[in-house]
């Protein structure tokens, strides 16, 4: 069974630019959440998504956005690029229900200089 | 929101000593407690976890404990070996879907 990837791996973008990740659930995953990891800060929650819907949001300002397809697939996006948002953004993917294990991706380095 | 503490943020122990890392949590509606283990370059990925309606949990070298009145868990790993070094995150979640509250972390190294 293949585990959760993440595309790309690794990008570098520049302050004021946009950017997307994209993340592929386990197969029979319909729970894809997202989250921030930075040295400090352990992994913050920025939102879950099941049956395209949005149904947790964390504290992040609205120019983090993400959305999830027919297939489960989701991807993240991030608008107007700050220095800060530099960290390594995780993925999870669960079975449908609510308190289940959640399966990381390895994740996208991004880098804003 | 939920906010859950972790300490210590650093841990050295010689193998084959025990180590406890302890968590609180804010939030008494928070019911299921996992625990996640990341060593250097890789993914976090599942330990153990223990739900509201259990007080303890073994699984071999590792066990998990939770006071709800006073709203800590604890994770104890016994005969620790070299391979146990890595970041451990204890994490709360509530009934609401799949949404963590991660502790920060603690790295923990086994010193041969």
């Known amino acids: 069974k293949a585990g959760v990837t993440q595309t790309p791996r690794y990008l570098i973008k520049t302050r004021g630019q946009q950017v997307t990740l994209s993340c592929s659930p386990i197969s029979g995953h319909r729970s894809v959440s997202w989250y921030q990891q930075t040295p400090g800060q352990g992994l913050q929650f920025l939102f879950e998504y099941f049956s395209e819907t949005q149904r947790n949001k964390g504290n992040f300002p609205g120019r983090f956005s993400g959305r999830q397809f027919s297939n489960s697939r989701s991807e993240m996006n991030v608008s107007t690029l700050e220095l800060g948002d530099s960290a390594l953004y995780l993925c999870?993917?669960?079975?449908?229900?609510?308190?289940?294990?959640?399966?990381f991706g390895q994740g996208t380095r991004l880098t804003v200089v | 929101g939920e906010n859950v503490e972790q300490h210590p943020s650093t841990l050295s122990v010689q193998e084959g000593d025990s180590a406890v890392i302890k968590c609180t949590y804010s939030d008494s509606a928070s019911n299921y407690f996992p625990w996640y283990k990341q060593e250097l370059g890789k993914r976090p990925q599942l330990i153990i976890d223990i739900r509201s309606n259990v007080g303890e949990k073994k699984d071999q070298r590792i066990a998990v404990t939770l006071n709800k009145t006073a709203k800590h868990f604890s994770l104890h790993i016994t005969e620790t070996q070299p391979e146990d070094s890595a970041v451990y995150f204890c994490a709360a979640s509530k009934s609401q879907g799949n949404q963590f509250y991660f502790g920060t972390g603690t790295s923990l190294t086994v010193i041969p």
């Open positions: 999870a993917s669960s079975l449908p229900a609510t308190n289940t294990e959640a399966f």
